[in-house]
């Protein structure tokens, strides 16, 4: 959708290899998020970042590096798959609605990452 | 630990009957509730939120209520359309939470039967 493009959308890795995602947003916003979605568990926070160079781990950051070198992009990597990456990543800013309508979490369309 | 979770997973109902998909929350604190529906292949999005000191909000064909002293939430959907058809996730933030970090629940499907 409008303002964030993930890369790739599909990938198939092998066990052991390094992967990397990228989240890349044209509305310059500070706040960007990785969540990985799984049947029976919804959508699960990996990594977040508030700024550049400025990055926090989630409730599943293990098995998973982030990194924020400007402010439209924000990648996710996988240092060494493992099967039990295999998901649905998806990338999200925080877009705000204005005074007192608090902010809104904008998705990106997500990457398929298939570890065999 | 805190937890958001739904009390169906599934719901099917009759174009233009009205939808009420729930959500039970653990966690007290949390301030802000948003409602987000996914279709098939394509990222979550924004439908209504509602805020802590609210019971109730309206938006087009939807309306969310939230009752703090059993942490339910819920939202109904007005004439159910075979457009409405998706998986809807509730989805909290804690009071105080940096960054804004959701957390969500499991997810209803909703089907639509014409």
């Known amino acids: 959708d409008a303002g964030i493009t993930q890369s790739p959308r599909h990938k198939v890795t092998e066990t052991g290899t390094p992967v990397t995602l990228r989240c890349h947003q044209t509305e310059n916003h500070r706040y960007m998020y990785w969540y990985r979605q799984d049947p029976g568990h919804g959508l699960r926070l990996i990594h977040y970042s508030y700024g550049v160079k400025d990055t926090d781990k989630g409730e599943v950051s293990d098995g998973y590096s982030v990194s924020r070198s400007k402010t439209e992009d924000f990648l996710l990597t996988l240092e060494s798959a493992t099967s039990s990456q295999t998901s649905v990543y998806f990338c999200a800013i925080n877009r705000d609605r204005g005074l007192s309508k608090g902010t809104e979490a904008f998705f990106g369309q997500g990457t398929r990452l298939t570890v065999v | 630990g805190e937890s958001v979770g739904l009390h169906l997973p599934t719901l099917s109902v009759q174009e233009g009957d009205n939808s009420i998909i729930n959500c039970a929350y653990s966690?007290?604190?949390?301030?802000?509730f948003i409602w987000y529906k996914q279709e098939s292949g394509k990222g979550p999005q924004f439908i209504i939120d509602?805020?802590?000191?609210?019971d109730k909000r309206q938006g087009q064909r939807v309306t969310v209520l939230l009752n703090k002293t059993v942490k339910h939430l819920s939202l109904q959907i007005a004439a159910t359309q075979p457009g409405d058809s998706a998986v809807y996730f509730c989805?909290?933030?804690?009071?105080?939470?940096?960054?804004?970090?959701?957390?969500f629940g499991q997810g209803t499907e909703l089907s639509v039967k014409p």
């Open positions: 509602i805020r802590s000191n609210m």
């Open positions: 966690n007290s604190a949390s301030d802000y």
């Open positions: 989805a909290e933030t804690p009071r105080g939470n940096q960054g804004g970090k959701l957390i």
